[in-house]
């Protein structure tokens, strides 16, 4: 059997959970401390940990978290945090494809890593899940600056499952770019709104049902909206015209609305990713992301104790507040512990 | 007219084949090509590693195509090309192969598959996305009816569907929204090209008399290729069937009066989803009665039969194999009165009633193709249809209600003869041939006129980038051939232009499986497994190499998360560069690869390679047509377990992974690199 403690290379995730039962060495701190320094082979294992519920693996969980945390770390983590939602056939990831190509291939300025978390909906009957997002994914595999990752939703409905909130986090200590993306619309930008710094929804030229979302509030606006398949030229035209028109009247915030085409030559993916970064420099980070690991937090509390535990904390509201008083570098895993003690002295 | 499927190795070795079978009296030429070929990469290409000269003969360059028609005189035969997503190169290679004959192009016979939808849905070998495809078939349809006339362009295919899965009525329905997008393409092609004559004004949206003329000649040059089951009443039925939507078409959609144009033409392989690995002899019957339902009625008869070989489920069949199924044939056509009678069914109730019960359903599901937009548009569609279908079959086979003889029932044999002797009862592929070959196209590289060859391509790329397609891409692809690029250079040129692509699979789409005690059953051992994980188990599931059979690997995919199991399903096409990054990154806890094209002795030790040098230590199992003997060398190399035709029950595949799986986790299991 290999070794499954840090080797500075890409190492087996599966020994890795070996050697983590057979010896209760602090893998999960070990591996939190090679992710802070930007270690990037120690993501897959550390993925695995994240994903676990076995309860040796949640400790070690838990220790990792802590290690990449802001307190640990000395503020948020860089990494950008871009959540990629919209229906099924939008052409998510041919962009995403196109994106990657630039992010790893920059014409001009720096090469950036890469980890993408492609979040496929389960299959509610069996709780097998078919996750094929990488396939249509275009990589290099023997680029170790990017890291594709498929996960199931889990058990809500439209939901990130708690692991892909923790694993953005966790990826964001090491990689420059996380990318969650999900599928969906109407539900999924909200959901992913709590995690991501940045939102972007992908919809096709001619998609009247977003417009109708946005103009019905449905759907939460996103920070950028991407109009694909611009090489249609006319009813891609029309489309960003009539969302933009939808959103003037709004007139919530100011969402981007931008026609990409994928197809070679790729066309806007220049234009999106200067988005991205004037998206992102406009937005307060620590704020967004402080107020996603409460969010996260409660979510998590509820899935574990439902609403009998919502009661013993004193309800939504009170549950809230507490959390509000609490270190602003705590992670999401520590919040939940504190609502957890409280409830066990209440 | 009688042909059996074949060609293989090196151009040479099937030259010789060829004129062997055209002395035993064969009367036309099938020419098989290997996967790179098909896929359009040269034999030194990483992916065409492990496949060179497997399946077909490798056709790199027009010195090839020579050798490989030497001494058979061009403009006398009829040539049957298994081709499509490089049908436009080969018929170039095949018509330069001609000029050097001194034969004129006008004079060549043959056809050409050129069905890009089905490759889509059912074959893989796809090498452009789909719009340029269709463009490439419908240059190819408009300069062959003006310059190749005699030339069959395109021969939709029905045939892999049924393979894929395809009920009655999904072959039908879906092979006539196929011929309606290439006929529609055509038309366009054809007006656009054909109404504006030198110096006349263009007439904007009035189809020329001319363009009229050559799409009802078009429409009368389709053929199609279908496939033909077991149930033959039924599967006559169907032809029959098809004949009638084929004329309606002809005359409603496309202004065709002429009674010989409206005609149905087909040429038949007969099934081989339904040969199996067990009691293989068996196959023999199952193939002769296959062939009645495409000769009983006259007016459903088909024009070319080709009948596999009964022991194609175990690997490549030997000329005696090949020579077996060439005198069912005969034995059909000479010595039976099948062909001396007019139609026999004519005024059956019962077949006339099995026939409109098929027309009214394949009406239907044509209605939904055409609702997506047609066919092209509806390929996701139309392949998460055959996914299910599939999917519904195999587990009729399971429990029993649909039963195969020697596979789930009657399944005690006598130890035969004819698998028991010492060469295993296939032929192999001596491995020397893809080294062989890689030197021969660098050696073909270096002598040749570069300069000559840049500009062609450079041409040829000028004009695919044309995104309104005035010109006809036949014509730089023919100046390619002569100057002397080669398949791979031609196919790149294209690639850059167009983009590449990846088909839907289909498994995403797939209803879940209705749950029966067996399933429920599996969905305990897995959940009891992601318990002792800690998170649900995970199966990577892909195909390495170019071949691109996928349904099996489709059928595991869907079944492994019926089970309950996290599945990356990664398709066709997959280095083992890229099989060992996503394992990695995925964290799976199993790797299942399939693979049929016989290419396993090569891939399965390379991906296991590329897992050790990536330090992926986790079971991979592997799917496909692998002989008897292959098994042990693949243990070797450290696959976990090997599963054949003959493991047909999915269920039981699955069982034995979760307990690979759990003997992993367990630590006390034989390590990743031992075997099952």
């Known amino acids: 059997m290999s070794d499954g403690i840090p080797t500075g290379s890409g190492e087996s995730p599966i020994s890795a959970e070996k050697e983590d039962r057979q010896h209760r060495g602090s893998v999960g701190a070990a591996l939190g401390k090679r992710l802070r320094e930007r270690d990037l082979s120690a993501a897959p294992a550390a993925l695995n940990l994240l994903e676990s519920s076995a309860a040796d693996d949640r400790e070690q969980a838990a220790l990792l978290l802590r290690e990449v945390s802001p307190a640990a770390l000395g503020g948020e983590a860089k990494g950008h945090i871009v959540g990629v939602t919209g229906p099924p056939g939008a052409g998510k990831s041919t962009l995403l494809s196109a994106l990657l190509h630039a992010w790893r291939d920059p014409v001009d300025g720096e090469r950036k890593s890469v980890a993408m978390l492609a979040v496929d909906p389960s299959s509610k009957r069996s709780g097998g899940s078919l996750l094929g997002d990488r396939a249509r994914i275009d990589f290099d595999p023997s680029d170790r600056g990017v890291l594709i990752r498929s996960t199931a939703a889990g058990e809500r409905l439209g939901g990130l499952a708690a692991a892909t909130r923790a694993a953005a986090q966790t990826l964001a200590a090491a990689f420059d770019v996380v990318v969650i993306e999900t599928v969906g619309v109407g539900q999924a930008e909200t959901e992913i709104s709590d995690v991501a710094d940045t939102v972007v929804v992908v919809v096709q030229p001619g998609s009247g049902d977003v417009l109708q979302f946005l103009k019905s509030g449905i759907m939460e606006t996103p920070d950028v909206l991407v109009v694909t398949k611009a090489d249609l030229g006319q009813i891609a035209m029309a489309t960003r015209r009539d969302l933009s028109a939808a959103l003037r009247s709004l007139g919530t915030k100011a969402t981007r609305v931008l026609g990409v085409s994928s197809l070679p030559p790729p066309e806007g993916i220049d234009e999106l990713l200067l988005a991205l970064e004037e998206q992102r420099a406009s937005t307060d980070i620590p704020a967004r992301r402080l107020r996603a690991r409460r969010s996260g937090a409660l979510l998590d509390f509820v899935a574990e104790y439902g609403k009998r535990g919502l009661r013993a904390l004193g309800g939504r509201h009170a549950a809230e507040r507490l959390l509000e008083q609490q270190d602003s570098t705590l992670d999401a895993q520590a919040l939940v512990g504190v609502l957890e003690a409280t409830v066990s002295e209440a | ?676």
């Not at chain 2, 298994?82 to 004129?104: K, P």
């Not at chain 2, 490439?136 to 894929?164: F, G, R």
């Not at chain 2, 939507?245 to 099934?271: A, C, K, P, T």
């Not at chain 2, 493991?647 to 034989?670: K, L």
Request: a negative charge; charged letters at 20%; proline letters at 5%.
């Open chain 2, 1 to 676: 007219m009688m042909r059996t499927y074949a060609g293989h190795s090196t151009a040479e070795a099937s030259n010789e084949l060829y004129r062997r079978n055209i002395a035993k009296g064969q009367t036309g030429l099938s020419v098989a090509f290997d996967l790179p070929t098909q896929t359009g990469y040269d034999p030194d290409d990483e992916l065409a590693r492990g496949e060179v000269g497997k399946v077909g003969v490798p056709v790199v360059h027009r010195g090839d195509m020579a050798a490989l028609m030497d001494g058979i005189p061009l403009g006398e035969m009829n040539t049957s090309m298994t081709i499509n997503a490089t049908a436009a190169w080969l018929l170039a290679l095949y018509i330069v192969a001609a000029e050097d004959q001194g034969v004129a192009q006008e004079r060549l016979q043959g056809t050409t598959q050129n069905d890009i939808i089905k490759e889509f849905l059912a074959r893989g070998t796809y090498a452009f996305p789909p719009a340029p495809s269709m463009r490439l078939i419908a240059d190819m349809i408009a300069y062959t009816v003006e310059h190749v006339p005699k030339w069959n362009p395109i021969n939709i295919c029905s045939y892999h569907l049924q393979e894929a899965g395809a009920t009655p009525v999904q072959e039908i329905a879906y092979a006539m929204s196929n011929a309606i997008a290439v006929l529609d393409a055509t038309r366009e092609r054809l007006e656009s090209t054909q109404s504006t004559p030198p110096g006349t004004a263009p007439r904007a949206g009035q189809p020329s008399d001319r363009a009229q003329e050559l799409m009802a000649e078009v429409f009368g040059r389709i053929s199609f290729f279908v496939n033909a089951g077991v149930r033959f009443v039924e599967e006559h039925a169907k032809l029959r069937a098809m004949g009638i939507i084929w004329e309606e078409l002809g005359r409603e959609r496309y202004g065709v009066s002429d009674e010989r144009r409206l005609r149905f033409r087909y040429g038949v392989q007969v099934n081989s989803l339904g040969l199996t690995e067990a009691q293989p002899e068996n196959n023999v019957q199952r193939i002769v009665l296959e062939a009645l339902a495409v000769t009983l009625g006259r007016d459903a008869r088909a024009r070319a039969i080709q009948l596999p070989a009964w022991n194609e489920a175990l690997g490549l069949p030997r000329p005696w194999d090949q020579q077996w199924s060439l005198r069912i044939q005969q034995v059909l056509a000479y010595e039976t009165d099948i062909l001396e009678y007019p139609d026999i069914f004519e005024g059956s109730k019962v077949m006339e009633g099995l026939v409109d019960e098929l027309l009214e359903g394949a009406r239907a599901e044509m209605a939904v193709v055409a609702e997506h937009g047609g066919a092209v548009q509806a390929v996701p569609y139309m392949k998460a249809a055959l996914v299910d279908s599939h999917r519904a079959r195999i587990q009729r086979i399971e429990s029993g209600e649909q039963v195969v003889v020697g596979q789930n029932r009657f399944t005690e044999t006598e130890v035969s003869p004819l698998t028991d002797n010492a060469d295993g009862g296939i032929l192999v592929v001596d491995p020397a041939v893809e080294a062989e070959q890689i030197a021969a196209v660098r050696k073909w590289r270096a002598e040749r006129d570069q300069q000559a060859v840049d500009l062609a391509l450079a041409e040829l790329a000028r004009i695919a980038a044309d995104e309104q397609g005035t010109e006809n891409l036949m014509v730089p692809t023919i100046a390619a051939a002569r100057a002397g690029a080669t398949t791979g250079e031609w196919a790149r040129a294209l690639r850059e232009v167009f983009g590449s692509y990846r088909a839907p699979t289909g498994v995403g789409e797939a209803s879940a499986a209705p749950g029966d005690h067996e399933l429920s059953q599996l969905r305990e051992e897995v959940a009891g497994l992601a318990e002792k994980l800690g998170r649900r188990p995970k199966i990577l599931v892909g195909k390495p190499g170019l071949d691109g059979h996928s349904n099996g690997a489709e059928q595991i995919a869907v079944r492994a998360r019926d089970a309950g199991m996290d599945v990356v399903y990664e398709g066709i096409r997959l280095t083992p560069a890229q099989i060992a990054a996503s394992a990695l990154q995925e964290g799976v806890h199993v790797i299942g690869l399939s693979i049929l094209s016989g290419s396993h002795r090569e891939l399965i030790p390379a991906v296991i390679g590329a897992l050790h040098d990536a330090e992926v230590d986790v079971p991979v199992v592997v799917g496909g047509i692998i002989p008897e003997q292959d098994v042990a060398q693949l243990k070797q190399a450290g696959v976990a377990a090997v599963y054949t035709p003959k493991d047909f029950d999915i269920s039981r595949i699955m069982h034995d992974i979760v307990g690979i799986v759990g003997a992993e986790c367990n630590g006390h299991g034989p390590s990743a690199n031992g075997s099952a």
